[in-house]
C-alpha cells in the first residue's frame, strides 16, 4: 500500500489510546498525519510515534474534514456528541466506546475476514465490539462450523481498567490503604474494589440489566449471526488491574464432543488454546498479547448437550486498540 | 434442653474451626466437654472457649468413645483416615471437607428444617455442603415452589480462604511484594493470584471437571431433591481473603415472573434481599453474617425463560461453620 491516509485519535491520553498509538507504529498502518486529541483538560500532553512526540490537541477546535479516519476511544458522551460532525465532515468514524447503536455504527470482527465488512458505505462508522464480546465473538465464530449454539451464558470478570485510568489508580489505592490498615476512602467506585468483587459495572435499568451487558447481548447477536441467540450475561468487576477472565458456558441440542470442539479451537485464527489441565489467565497469560487465550474445554458437569470454556483476553489491547487498527485495516482496502 | 453432650472438634486451628469454637458458644449450644484436635504439629495451640482456654490436643492420640459428636473441619485425607475409627466408636460425625462420597454421608441444609435430617440413623454421618452449594441451595429451596429449574449454570468467584490459612496468607504475600515492586514468589498457589483469577481450584479429571466442581453438582442434586439437574459449574479463585461471590443462572421452561420471585427470596429462611439497583457484596455485606445476601434479580438479557441472580455469602462462618453447628442442632434433638 503506497497511499496514507490522515487519521485523528481522539481520547489519546488513555489505556486504549495510547495502545492504538503503539498500535498504528507497530503495524506499519499507513498514517499519513496523525492528530492526537482528547478533552482540554487533557491536551497539551505528547505520546510518541514513528520517532517523532505528538502534542495531544483540544478535541473541541479540531476541523475533521482534515481526516479521512477517526477512532473515538473516549467516552460514551464524546462520541455521542461528536459523532455527526465527524459524519457531515465526510471521516469515517471506528467507535471503541459502544456509544451508537448497533445499527447505525454495526460491529465488525476482523477475524471474519473480508465478510465482516460487507455491505458497508463510507464513511462508515463502526462499532469496535466490547472487549468481552470480542473474545466470546473469536470462539463462538470458530465453532460455528461445528455447532449452532442455542442459548449462551457469560460470566465476564473484568479488570478495573474497563473504567480507565480511574479505575486502575482507585484498585491501586485501595489495595494500599487496606495493607497499610488505614481507613478505606471510595472515589473512582463507590465501595471496596481491593479484594472484593463488584456485582455490576455502572448503573442498571428497571430490569437489572446494566448497559455493559445489553451491549454485549446484543454485539454477541450481531456477531454471531444468530440474532435469535439466548445470552445470559454477568459482567462484574474484579480487583484485576488489566485483562478479563471470562467464563463462557454453551447450549446445545446435541451432546458436546469434546474432541472436536479442540481441533475447531487449535486451528482457529485469534485463538490459543491452552491445553488440558492447564489453563490460561489474563494477568500470566493474555495482557500483552493479540490472541484471545482459551482453556478448560468441557462439557458441563452433568450436562453433556453444555459447552464449558475459559476465556482470557486483554481487554484493552486484543478487546480494544488491536481490534479497532484491525478493522481500520480491513476498511483502507476500500479507500486506497 | 438440660441434658448435654461431649464434643470433638478436629481441625480446630484453622479458620473455620476457629468460627465453630465461636458459634457452638455463641448459640449456647449444649456442649458438656469440648475436645479441640489438630494435627500433631498444631497441638499445644489454645482457643478461649466459655471463658477458658483450651488446649488443642493431637487428633492422633484420642479416643473417640469419649464423645458423641465430632466435626471434622481439617483437609480431606484427614476424614478419610479418621472416619470408619469414629464410627466404630459410636460416635456421630458432621464432616466439612467435602471428603466423603454423598451415599455415605449425605448432605443436610438445616434451612430445610426437620426434613433435612429425615432417614438418618445413629451414629450420623452427615456432610455439610460446601459453601457455595449451601447458598446456591437456600436459593434454589427458596424458589421451589415458584420454579423448578431445568438447568443450572453456577459461577462461583471463590475467595482465597477457600485454600485455608495458607491461601489467605498467599494472596497476602503477594499483593504486598507486588505493590513493593519486589520479584513474585508463588508458595501456596502455583502463579500468581493477586491482582489475577485463578480458573481452577486444585486439580481437573480426565473430563476437565475439578473435584470440588462435581462435589457441588451432586450436593446441589441432592439438595434439591432433582436428582436430574443439569449443572454446569466453574469454581475460580479470586483475590479476595474471605467471603464467595456467585453468579447463578436457572434456566426453566416458562417465562419468569421476577416479581413472583422477589416476593419468595424477601421471606425465605436464611436469605437477605437486597433491593433492586443495588447489590451485596462478600466483603461488604456476607462476611462475619450469618444470611445469604441476594441481588440483581432478572431475567437472561435475552432469554425470559432465565433467572440471573448474584449471590455473597461469608464462606467461612454460614458455609461451613454456621451450617455445620446448624446441623448439630438438627440431630441433637434426637439423642437428647
Redesign the interface.
Known amino acids: 500500500m503506497s497511499k496514507t491516509i490522515n487519521i485523528a485519535l481522539v481520547g489519546a491520553t488513555g489505556h486504549v489510546g495510547e495502545a492504538l498509538v503503539e498500535l498504528l507504529e507497530e503495524r506499519d498502518f499507513p498514517v499519513k498525519d496523525l492528530h492526537l486529541l482528547a478533552s482540554s483538560e487533557s491536551a497539551g500532553q505528547s505520546l510518541s510515534f514513528r520517532g517523532r512526540q505528538l502534542r495531544v490537541r483540544s478535541l473541541e477546535a479540531f476541523d475533521f474534514t482534515q481526516v479521512q479516519l477517526a477512532f473515538f476511544a473516549a467516552g460514551v458522551d464524546v462520541t455521542r456528541a461528536f459523532h455527526e460532525a465527524v459524519r457531515a465532515a465526510g471521516c469515517s468514524l471506528i467507535d471503541l466506546s459502544a456509544a451508537l447503536p448497533l445499527d447505525l455504527a454495526p460491529c465488525v470482527l476482523p477475524e471474519l475476514g473480508e465478510g465482516a465488512t460487507q455491505g458497508l458505505t463510507a464513511p462508515w462508522q463502526v462499532s469496535v465490539p466490547t472487549p468481552s464480546a470480542t473474545a466470546c465473538a473469536v470462539v463462538l465464530a470458530a465453532l460455528k462450523p461445528l455447532l449452532q449454539p442455542r442459548?449462551v451464558?457469560l460470566?465476564a470478570?473484568l479488570s478495573i481498567s474497563t473504567l480507565g485510568r480511574s479505575g486502575v489508580q482507585e484498585?491501586?489505592r485501595q489495595?494500599?490503604e487496606l495493607?497499610n490498615a488505614r481507613p478505606l476512602e471510595t472515589q473512582a467506585v463507590d465501595?471496596?474494589v481491593a479484594?472484593?468483587?463488584?456485582?455490576?459495572v455502572g448503573?442498571?435499568d428497571e430490569?437489572?440489566?446494566a448497559e455493559l451487558?445489553?451491549r454485549?447481548?446484543a454485539e454477541l447477536?450481531q456477531l454471531s449471526g444468530l440474532p435469535g441467540?439466548?445470552?445470559?450475561?454477568?459482567c462484574?468487576l474484579?480487583?484485576?488491574?488489566f485483562?478479563d477472565?471470562l467464563?463462557l458456558?454453551m447450549?446445545s441440542d446435541v451432546d458436546i464432543d469434546?474432541a472436536a470442539v479442540q481441533r475447531l479451537l487449535e486451528t482457529a485464527a485469534g485463538i490459543e488454546l491452552v491445553e488440558?489441565?492447564d489453563?490460561?489467565?489474563?494477568?500470566?497469560d493474555a495482557v500483552g498479547q493479540d490472541l484471545v487465550y482459551v482453556?478448560?474445554?468441557?462439557?458441563?458437569?452433568?450436562?453433556p448437550?453444555?459447552l464449558?470454556l475459559?476465556i482470557?483476553s486483554d481487554n484493552v489491547r486484543k478487546g480494544a486498540a488491536l481490534n479497532a487498527v484491525q478493522i481500520a485495516e480491513l476498511l483502507i482496502k476500500h479507500y486506497l
Not at 195 to 200: E, H, I, P
Not at 238 to 241: I, M, N, T
Not at 279 to 284: I, L, M, N, R, S
Not at 295 to 303: A, K, M, T
Open positions: 442459548q451464558q460470566n470478570m484498585l491501586a489495595t494500599a495493607l465501595r471496596q479484594f472484593n468483587v463488584l456485582a455490576q448503573a442498571v430490569q437489572g440489566h451487558e445489553k454485549l447481548a447477536q441467540l439466548a445470552v445470559g450475561a454477568t462484574v474484579v480487583p484485576v488491574f485483562g477472565s467464563a458456558a447450549q469434546i488440558a489441565g489453563y490460561p489467565t489474563a494477568v500470566g482453556g478448560r474445554v468441557r462439557r458441563g458437569v452433568s450436562d448437550r453444555q464449558n475459559w482470557a
